[in-house]
């Protein structure tokens, strides 16, 4: 019986102890009213600024 509540006090101390970790952030935004526009979320990447693939030179095989 000393064994067991020895190890359920053990895991109860690791339990908090891991629940009591974590980065907690010191401020965060207010969502956004309605009527504004969100930025996120955007697609990714961004097609504008994706770079086209080069064409392919003419031998070889072209695939659909």
């Known amino acids: ?3 067991s ?3 359920t ?3 109860l101390t690791g339990a908090l102890a ?3 970790c974590g980065k907690k952030p ?3 935004d207010s969502p956004v009213p309605e009527g504004q ?3 996120f979320p955007r697609t990714y990447p961004n097609p504008s600024q994706d770079p086209k693939p ?3 030179a003419g031998s070889g095989v072209q695939f659909p």
């Open 1 to 3: 019986m000393n064994r």
């Open 5 to 7: 509540l020895t190890l």
């Open 9 to 11: 006090i053990l895991a």
């Open 18 to 20: 891991l629940a009591g």
């Open 26 to 28: 010191k401020f965060v």
């Open 37 to 39: 526009v969100d930025p």
């Open 54 to 56: 080069a064409k392919p």
